[in-house]
């Protein structure tokens, strides 16, 4: 399953903030799937977890347990681990934090039209930010737009181009309030994305902004 | 990196594990002092053994010592992070009873023991206090049948005992900043501003222990 072709990576703070548990859900989403295809960022991520080792292990005040408390957590083991997640069957296309929350592979998700063949099937996560997944036509593009906040994309099936550079199956691209955009797919595959915003993104073209409320994009 | 996979069965006689799994017997380390570090001999390898007891023999003398050692830590960094001392109190140990029960999950190669269990209280942070799902990333461990070699192991260990020494040498305002990141009290963008710290040589250890996992696995 793993890429070994990345160019596009994470950044630091992603990464740390992900070790940190301080990212919404939707990037964190978007970190574990990353993580899933790339050892380099998996590596940096793991280090960031050594800080928060240090962390944990070098504050000067502990807080004393309950006089019980090593009699009630052996009780707790003898009632057994809960319930192992079933092992899903392997897909090509989706890494296994995906697939928890498509419910499936990539035959699965539920995708809804949003126009010139473009697809797209929001994931259930926290309202903080939202990550969907996109689905453009071999040679077609998205829609011109800009950004509020961050926009993550990252592809997992074909590859698209922009203003940017080529982006292929693990790479992501971070595109920020100055970046507008015109992904466009190779001609070869269908392309499918990750993509994950924490504010509405803003349509440069008329139709789509006033698309945009009911579109939830 | 340690999520949820199936659990070994805990009522089996330790004897019959060790008979039927005889090279783990056979690889029981000793707690080789590391040499050159302040902090690498009294906590480190000490307790990856530890936990290899835990998951070799459900050693229970094991258990306690690190349950002394780790309870009161993840308790206070649950209150740190916005627990009452209740919900501390019965977090901390549903984390120890993970650490149990994902005894044969821990990597050593790739992690010290400290970092496994703060991965552990991390998620259950997010989950009991944020309410949220945590995904995480594709599960890479070394399964039933291999184990990694203890060179390895101790490498790792002493790369955690340097990292330590570097992050207790970084100025008292940035130790600071970054307790309050791992606390949650510094949003992503506030964290922007924290990433340079030294972790180039940790990083490229874990790299290279991902590959030989890699490797075992194909």
């Avoid at chain 1, 899933?36 to 000067?60: I, K, M, T, Y």
């Avoid at chain 1, 989706?94 to 498509?102: E, G, I, M, N, R």
């Avoid at chain 2, 970054?178 to 990433?195: C, P, V």
């Avoid at chain 2, 590959?211 to 075992?216: E, I, N, S, Y």
Wanted: hydrophobic share 40%; proline share 6%.
């Amino acid at each position: 399953m793993m890429s070994k072709t990345i160019k596009h990576h994470l950044t630091d703070d992603l990464l740390m903030a992900y070790a940190a548990g301080s990212l919404p859900e939707a990037f964190d989403l978007m970190v574990a799937t990353h993580l899933s295809l790339c050892d380099d960022c998996r590596a940096r991520a793991e280090s960031f977890d050594a800080v928060g080792g240090h962390v944990l292990e070098d504050q000067n005040q502990p807080v004393g347990m309950n006089e019980d408390s090593l009699a009630a957590t052996m009780a707790l083991i003898a009632q057994g681990a809960s319930t192992p997640k079933p092992a899903r069957p392997g897909c090509p296309v989706l890494p296994s934090p995906l697939q928890d929350y498509v419910g499936g592979g990539v035959e699965d998700i539920r995708w809804k039209p949003i126009g010139m063949g473009v697809k797209q099937a929001i994931l259930p996560t926290t309202r903080e930010a939202t990550a969907r997944l996109l689905f453009i036509p071999a040679g077609a593009a998205v829609p011109d737009h800009g950004h509020h906040g961050i926009e993550l994309t990252m592809v997992l099936q074909g590859a698209f181009s922009d203003e940017v550079d080529h982006f292929a199956r693990g790479d992501v691209e971070i595109a920020d309030e100055d970046l507008k955009h015109t992904p466009v797919a190779d001609i070869s595959e269908d392309c499918i994305c990750l993509a994950v915003t924490d504010a509405p993104l803003k349509f440069t073209k008329l139709i789509p902004r006033l698309l945009q409320p009911f579109l939830r994009i | 990196m340690f999520t949820e996979i199936d659990t070994v069965t805990l009522d089996e006689p330790a004897a019959e594990l060790v008979a039927r799994l005889p090279w783990r017997a056979k690889k029981r380390i000793k707690d080789k002092p590391v040499s050159g570090t302040k902090n690498s001999c009294d906590t480190k390898t000490e307790w990856v053994d530890h936990v290899r007891r835990i998951r070799d023999a459900q050693d229970q003398t094991a258990f306690a010592e690190l349950f002394q050692h780790f309870a009161p830590r993840i308790k206070a960094f649950l209150m740190k992070s916005g627990s009452d001392a209740t919900m501390a109190e019965e977090c901390a140990q549903e984390v120890m009873a993970t650490l149990w029960h994902k005894a044969h999950l821990f990597d050593p190669t790739r992690a010290a023991v400290a970092t496994w269990v703060f991965t552990i209280a991390r998620n259950k942070r997010i989950d009991v206090l944020r309410k949220q799902r945590r995904p995480e990333p594709e599960d890479l461990w070394w399964g039933p049948e291999a184990e990694p070699e203890q060179d390895n192991v101790i490498v790792l260990q002493q790369e955690t005992a340097q990292l330590r020494t570097a992050l207790s040498a970084l100025p008292e305002a940035q130790r600071e900043l970054i307790e309050k990141a791992y606390f949650g009290d510094l949003s992503h963008r506030e964290i922007a501003s924290q990433t340079g710290l030294p972790l180039g040589t940790i990083k490229s250890r874990i790299r290279l222990a991902l590959d030989r996992l890699r490797h075992a696995m194909n």
